[in-house]
């Protein structure tokens, strides 16, 4: 009876020598968070989210990743003559983790903006088209990621 309580005390301590490596292993924290509203405390808020998110998971040494997906007048946060928040959106694409976030924009609210307002809608860089900005909520979600809506 010793030596099985032995080797369970010594399959525990293996198992708990372990756990801090587990972390490592385990899959990426992904998030996708929707912008839909031309309002600036959406957006700050969004970017909180973002940037604390960020922040938390690489505290712990976990991978995370962020992707803004934006659209209808929220595309307003990636416009290189309307963003509220450019500034911002670089400061946190440029800081400690670039490879940790991204910011898509839907092609076809920026093409319905382009048709309505008569001139070509220009992005800031630190964003990519996407065909739609619903539809990549939708892939990100099919594909495990977590949604916030802030």
């Known amino acids: 009876m010793k030596s099985l309580f032995k080797a369970a005390a010594a399959v525990a301590l293996l198992i ?10 385990a899959k990426p924290h992904r998030v996708a968070i929707q912008v839909d509203q031309n309002d600036p405390a959406v957006m700050n808020l969004a970017l909180n989210n ?4 960020i922040e938390y998971y690489k505290a712990k040494n976990e991978d995370v990743q962020v992707e803004v997906v934006t659209f209808g007048p929220g595309l307003h ?6 963003s509220p ?3 911002r959106i670089k400061q946190i694409a ?5 490879s940790s976030i991204k910011f898509a ?3 076809n609210t920026k093409t319905g903006m382009e048709k309505h307002e008569g001139h070509a809608v220009s992005l800031i860089p630190q964003a990519s088209a ?4 619903a539809v990549r909520l939708m892939e990100l979600q099919d594909d495990g990621w977590a949604y916030l809506r802030p």
């Open 16 to 25: 708990a020598a372990a756990v801090p490596g587990f972390a490592a292993d």
């Open 50 to 53: 973002a940037a604390n998110i």
């Open 77 to 82: 946060m990636l416009r290189t003559d309307s």
């Open 85 to 87: 928040v450019k500034d």
């Open 94 to 98: 440029d800081g400690a983790f670039p």
């Open 105 to 107: 924009a839907c092609e």
């Open 130 to 133: 996407v065909p739609s900005g």
